[in-house]
């Protein structure tokens, strides 16, 4: 990710004021619904504006159908290459022009790359919309393919990888290596930050056909929030992408794959870390799968915060993790498009074990089968996650790219007002069919990393592998 790390997840975009949400199902009338007007281009661009004059600026997502799924083979990381070779100006618009013309006029931007997409993000006074679409439609067009260019952001992406993986503790190691060990099938195990070997060895070549194969307008997704009309956004979008030719994008692989049947554990040293941790991941049902709401509620159930059973399980009760974080792969909840794992990440005592905390996880998650859980615990967890969804499109920026992501994951970006209901219908009786299913021994993957002085002190006879 540009100018921020990966596993911050696009975490702490800005929100708007928070409405009070009735712990029950409320009707349709009295729920706010996000406006999406949706129009497609004769090439193949989807354009969405969601409108809102609320405050007199604009939220620009543009979302391209590429991801670290879809990276050359032998490439590893080349998707996240890319995303930094798009800020490096094209022949109309040199390097710089980009971050100069949106920040000098006091918006920002950033972009990332997931799995399943890569995003480039705006927000900025409603004045600076049409100089904002000039630049993406020329960056759409085509880029500055040059030896200097590529050569600073392979060392660009080479230094954020020391930064962030190799001389950082833990080294993100519940998001990156976790899944290098759970999924079997390359598209979705490689390492999609990049390996050093694989990032020298991109050419020029390589560049510009990852360019024209998926980032034409029929590969892409724009989504404008805020003050702007549909008749406005729908005109600058012909004004300014309308004449970007469709290019042909090469079919996807087949990257599906089923629930884990074996466990797998293993351990790692780590040399920069000063106590132990454990990530324990497990495959997930798939995008619009009938259980894909009941276990985002279980997920908040389990790991949402110092009210969850973990915390409050291992943390707070029995005193034996530092803390509990859960992760959805690189994404969230509701915008992934192929396998995914839910994830909890804990620091724990030294003279505690992974299996001391495997044991403890596997009670809370036996705990939720048999018992299910309360009415009044599954109101609170409805009504923090139906806050945070509704406050998180209230940001003209974050709900730009919810409805790009959507759109372009979902093929509807007016899921973004259908998730709501969903959460609301999840029953106990989901939750615990979902936590039977899914959140079982054989679909589970954990590393236990633990500082390199604990395994030379005590060589790690008999460890699980």
């Known amino acids: 990710m540009r100018k921020r790390t990966v596993s911050v997840l696009l975490a702490g975009l800005v929100m708007a004021s928070a409405a009070t949400f009735s712990a029950n199902a409320a009707p349709d009338a009295d729920r706010w619904s996000v406006p999406v007007a949706v129009k497609k281009l004769d090439n193949g661009l989807t354009v969405i504006v969601s409108e809102d004059h609320s405050s007199p600026t604009v939220g620009v997502s543009v979302v391209y159908h590429v991801g670290m799924r879809l990276e050359p083979r032998n490439r590893t990381g080349f998707a996240h290459l890319f995303e930094h070779l798009m800020f490096e100006g094209t022949p109309n618009a040199g390097e710089g022009v980009f971050d100069r013309v949106i920040t000098g006029g006091g918006g920002r931007n950033n972009g990332s790359t997931r799995p399943d997409f890569?995003?480039?993000?705006?927000?900025?006074?409603?004045?600076?919309?049409?100089?904002?679409?000039?630049?993406?439609?020329d960056r759409m067009k085509t880029l500055d393919f040059n030896p200097v260019t590529l050569k600073n952001q392979q060392d660009v992406v080479k230094e954020e990888i020391r930064v962030n993986v190799k001389n950082q503790p833990y080294g993100g190691f519940m998001w990156l290596d976790i899944g290098q060990q759970a999924f079997q099938k390359w598209e979705n195990n490689h390492d999609?930050?990049?390996?050093?070997?694989?990032?020298?060895?991109?050419?020029?070549?390589?560049?510009?056909?990852?360019?024209?194969?998926?980032?034409?307008?029929?590969?892409?997704?724009?989504?404008?929030?805020?003050?702007?009309?549909?008749a406005q956004g729908f005109a600058l979008a012909e004004?300014?992408?309308?004449?970007?030719?469709?290019?042909?994008?090469?079919?996807?692989?087949?990257?599906?794959?089923?629930?884990?049947?074996?466990?797998?554990?293993l351990t790692q040293p780590d040399a920069l870390a000063q106590v132990p941790a454990i990530a324990t991941a497990w495959k997930i049902p798939d995008r619009g799968s009938k259980d894909q709401a009941p276990f985002a509620v279980l997920g908040e159930v389990l790991?949402?915060?110092?009210?969850?059973?973990?915390?409050?399980?291992?943390?707070?009760?029995?005193?034996?993790?530092?803390?509990?974080?859960?992760?959805?792969?690189?994404t969230d909840p509701w915008t992934y498009d192929g396998p995914t794992l839910f994830?909890?990440?804990?620091?724990?005592?030294?003279?505690?074990?992974?299996?001391?905390?495997?044991?403890?996880?596997?009670?809370?998650?036996?705990?939720?089968?048999?018992?299910?859980?309360s009415d009044a615990e599954l109101r609170r967890v409805k009504t923090r996650m139906l806050a945070d969804w509704y406050n998180g499109n209230e940001s003209f920026i974050s709900r730009a790219d919810t409805l790009a992501k959507l759109q372009t994951l979902w093929g509807d970006a007016n899921v973004v007002n259908q998730i709501p209901g969903w959460i609301e219908k999840v029953t106990s009786a989901d939750l615990q069919r979902v936590a039977k299913t899914y959140l079982t021994a054989a679909n589970r993957t954990t590393i236990d990393r633990k500082p390199a002085a604990m395994l030379q002190a005590a060589p790690a006879a008999g460890q699980k592998n």
């Open 343 to 373: 994830t909890t990440f804990a620091l724990y005592k030294p003279n505690s074990s992974a299996d001391v905390l495997l044991t403890a996880i596997d009670e809370e998650i036996a705990r939720v089968i048999k018992d299910g859980v």
């Open 192 to 230: 999609g930050y990049g390996s050093f070997q694989d990032l020298e060895n991109a050419s020029l070549q390589d560049v510009a056909a990852f360019h024209r194969d998926y980032y034409g307008p029929n590969n892409a997704v724009i989504a404008l929030a805020g003050d702007v009309t549909p």
């Open 118 to 137: 890569t995003n480039y993000i705006e927000v900025a006074p409603a004045s600076a919309l049409e100089p904002i679409l000039w630049l993406e439609a």
């Open 239 to 265: 004004r300014y992408f309308g004449g970007i030719p469709a290019r042909a994008t090469p079919k996807a692989p087949d990257f599906r794959e089923g629930l884990n049947t074996q466990e797998k554990r």
């Open 303 to 330: 790991a949402g915060g110092d009210a969850s059973r973990f915390y409050q399980g291992l943390v707070k009760g029995r005193e034996l993790a530092l803390n509990v974080e859960a992760l959805y792969g690189l």
